[in-house]
């Protein structure tokens, strides 16, 4: 293993021993080398006379450029966007999103929490976790309705097991917390390190917990590592904000998990792809929720972190983390952001409104939500790919099948007018099929 990894290694197993338990073995080999990039930056800092070091192209102070490249960006200069980002990221991007995580989840408050690390979108930030913290078989709790990304990232790349647990209870009112307790017990009663995802808002379902039900879920996580489990719990918060109900929690968990315990692992992967509309950008962030431990202890997994990014993409586009940057920088960044909070909120409660009419009540049932970009529906006698490829080849219309009996609409997409509509139609396609 490389000297620079063995040192990692003893700053996080001398501080938290768990820590380094719950570690993957590519997480353990992981390091952020001392080569070229920490050549170059020693130079940055004393070379003062010539610098020949760097592998990019310039010419006096600036960056080669070509203008049919830099004509369409005209307030920002080449150098803030045509040179490599550091592998960890944009220091100044870094530390505002950790700011804003402290702003938008007061709980976290007096909580020590790692710098982001700046991931190539949420996608690359799951993958990241996969490699850091997962084992060829180790067990992920899921639940049954799932981001389909998450087998193709734990399972195919890194042969990980997902044990699913029920959503939601049969009746649709509510996720199915007792579900959720009972698999992770089990599972914890039967492993030394267990895994779990919290993604909410959900994807597909759009469903986000209550305060009492965030709390209970925290609570039972809490409790199982105080029991002598190692836990890891990533909160996939791509949808973060995106919260319309009063009784809706309006914090990650990650702010009631960080820190909890010394064998509890909280890890936050969030971006700016949907808080801040800005999904082509893939400028995503990765950040890590310890208790018991100091501020090398975070450096180190900063380190490792960026190391894995370093092996893998070298570092997420420079450009993109300056536009994030420079928006979030912007006097009127939280009203922008807010009108398009309004916006979505409106699809939604005008979804709640339309689906009152009693005429879809045989038609199909209304899975529970109240946040983020979908809300499902369960078909009640008909099949929902046979559905699907019906609207869209008879009404042309399209939305999402989920197994043999879920819809997935996407309202986020959806012009408010147009609402009404959609429902009537599958109403209509169901109606249809049901006659062959």
């Not at 994807?203 to 039900?213: K, Q, T, V």
């Not at 997420?316 to 979030?328: D, E, R, Y």
């Not at 939500?369 to 490829?389: H, Q, W």
Request: glycine share 6%.
């Amino acid at each position: 293993m490389n000297p620079i990894a063995q040192d990692l290694n003893k700053i996080i197993n001398g501080s938290n021993p768990h820590i380094f338990a719950m570690l993957s073995d590519m997480g353990k080999a992981l390091f952020f080398p001392k080569g070229i990039l920490s050549q170059s930056a020693e130079a940055k800092q004393k070379a003062d006379k010539i610098n020949a070091t760097i592998g990019i192209a310039k010419e006096g102070n600036s960056v080669l450029s070509l203008p049919s490249i830099t004509k369409f960006i005209q307030d920002i200069e080449p150098n803030d966007y045509l040179t490599y980002a550091p592998s960890f990221g944009l220091p100044a991007l870094r530390t505002k999103w950790k700011a804003s995580l402290y702003k938008k989840n007061p709980s976290l408050e007096n909580k020590l929490i790692s710098l982001p690390v700046v991931t190539s979108g949420i996608t690359h930030g799951i993958s990241i976790l996969s490699d850091m913290w997962i084992d060829a078989d180790d067990i992920i709790v899921l639940p049954d309705m799932m981001w389909g990304n998450y087998n193709m990232t734990f399972c195919v790349r890194n042969s990980a097991h997902i044990v699913p647990y029920k959503a939601f209870d049969d009746l649709l009112t509510r996720f199915d917390i007792d579900a959720f307790e009972h698999v992770i017990r089990q599972q914890a009663k039967e492993n030394d390190k267990i895994i779990t995802v919290l993604n909410f808002p959900h994807n597909p379902s759009g469903y986000s917990l209550s305060i009492a039900e965030a709390q209970r879920v925290a609570n039972i996580l809490i409790d199982i590592a105080q029991q002598g489990t190692n836990v890891v719990a990533a909160c996939d918060d791509a949808y973060f904000g995106l919260f319309f109900e009063k009784e809706t929690s309006k914090e990650s968990l990650f702010s009631k998990l960080a820190g909890a315990h010394e064998r509890l692992l909280a890890v936050k992967i969030d971006g700016a792809t949907k808080e801040d509309y800005a999904w082509g950008l893939r400028t995503g962030f990765i950040t890590y929720g310890i208790s018991g431990v100091d501020q090398p202890v975070f450096e180190a997994l900063e380190k490792k972190t960026a190391g894995c990014i370093r092996g893998n993409i070298s570092n997420a586009s420079h450009l993109s983390q300056t536009l994030v940057l420079k928006s979030m920088a912007d006097k009127n960044y939280e009203k922008y952001k807010q009108e398009k909070f309004e916006l979505l909120k409106t699809r939604a409660l005008k979804i709640k409104k339309v689906l009152k009419d009693p005429k879809f009540n045989d038609a199909f049932d209304v899975y529970p939500f109240n946040s983020g970009y979908f809300m499902c529906i369960r078909l009640k006698d008909v099949n929902a790919e046979e559905l699907r490829i019906h609207l869209l080849d008879n009404y042309g219309t399209g939305l999402i099948s989920i197994g043999q009996k879920n819809i997935r609409v996407a309202f986020s997409c959806l012009e408010e007018n147009d609402i009404e509509i959609l429902f009537d139609i599958i109403l209509s396609g169901i109606h249809d099929l049901r006659k062959v």
